[in-house]
């Protein structure tokens, strides 16, 4: 899915934490330590890539049509109803919408979308449509024979929020204010804890909506996720 202000690549996230001016080594290394607590133990889970890993990679031809209009390069018959790579481009360049690929089962759609995820071409284009802005891309799949985590949309959450914050960790403390002030206290308070609870569907649901809230002129993402009618909700 492709939000109107939406799509990020981060070139230096390590700036982050060297530009705060008047900040104290050890006000530094806690707030890494805070930003490192909440991606690693509230929002990474072990089987977060493995569908991902699971797929067969392309043969960089096999889906090379994708990018292109076909039908106006006279190589499919109008007349047929499978008009692959139609729009796909202009989708990518253009701002809004949902791009929605339909298949049948092992018709090769996660396939791909790893191959489109993966290809040069696609962040060429998103590129353009981001103009001046910074955008990242992050991917999602869904797998009914996985893990909880693997085919609900917590998993999808969770997955998003750590792809997008692990190169852009000074959003951190802006989405998951609650979660960083709780933290924050328990090491200032020298707290020990055993583990730190999950964070609830409703929650991930209102950090979700800070985030696409930050996006902005200067400021977006492009999400493609795989698989939604393997998705348990």
């Not at 031809?61 to 039908?71: G, L, M, V």
């Not at 995820?117 to 962040?123: C, F, K, S």
Request: aromatic content about 14%; some cysteine; overall charge neutral.
């Amino acid at each position: 899915a492709q939000n109107n202000a939406s799509h990020t690549f981060w070139s230096n996230p390590g700036d982050l934490w060297s530009s705060k001016k008047g900040h104290s080594s050890e006000s530094v290394d806690l707030e890494q330590r805070i930003c490192s607590d909440i991606l690693h133990s509230l929002l990474r889970f072990s089987t977060m890539t493995y569908r991902y890993q699971e797929i067969d990679e392309a043969h960089q031809k096999t889906f090379s049509w994708i990018f292109y209009d076909q039908q106006q390069a006279g190589q499919i018959d109008p007349s047929q109803n499978h008009t692959p790579g139609v729009n796909f481009v202009k989708w990518l360049r253009e701002d809004g919408g949902v791009y929605w690929i339909k298949g049948k089962a092992g018709s090769g759609k996660s396939t791909l979308l790893r191959f489109i995820v993966q290809n040069q071409l696609t962040e060429l284009h998103l590129r353009y449509w981001a103009r001046n802005s910074s955008f990242h891309v992050s991917s999602f799949y869904f797998w009914n024979s996985g893990a909880i985590l693997q085919r609900s949309r917590k998993g999808f959450l969770r997955s998003l929020f750590f792809d997008v914050l692990k190169e852009r960790p000074g959003l951190t403390r802006s989405i998951f204010d609650l979660e960083w002030e709780e933290i924050k206290c328990n090491y200032e308070t020298h707290t020990i804890c055993s583990g730190m609870n999950e964070i609830p569907m409703k929650r991930l649901d209102q950090c979700f909506a800070k985030l696409i809230r930050l996006a902005n002129s200067k400021f977006r993402f492009c999400f493609f996720i795989d698989g939604l009618d393997e998705s348990e909700e």
